[in-house]
């Protein structure tokens, strides 16, 4: 029983004067809480290199795609001039 009490350093406001001591966090959690955000950033930039990597598998398909579209747009353009033949249905008006 000879123990001495703490002693509590208050402002009246009820805020501590200094900090207490024996406060701070151990090393332990601060490994953990390092290689928590290592990991979360490595899975960030997994997720990006991954989508990257889908982007440029999709880009040839993208270019067919575009290229096929532009060949049907000049095609039926080429229909609607009436060139097959002059059967073409497309009507001419003339305004004078």
Not at 60 to 79: E, H, L
Request: charged residues 15%.
């Amino acid at each position: 029983m000879n123990r001495i009490p703490p002693v509590i350093d208050m402002a009246p406001d009820g805020t501590f004067r200094t900090k207490p001591p024996g406060m701070r966090a151990p090393l332990s959690f601060k490994l953990l809480l390092g290689a928590t955000i290592v990991a979360v950033l490595a899975g960030a930039a997994a997720v990006a290199a991954l989508a990257l990597w889908i982007a440029a598998l999709l880009l040839p398909v993208v270019v067919i795609a575009a290229v096929v579209a532009w060949g049907t747009f000049k095609y039926r353009a080429w229909r609607r001039r009436g060139v097959a033949g002059g059967s073409g249905r497309s009507v001419y008006y003339r305004f004078r």
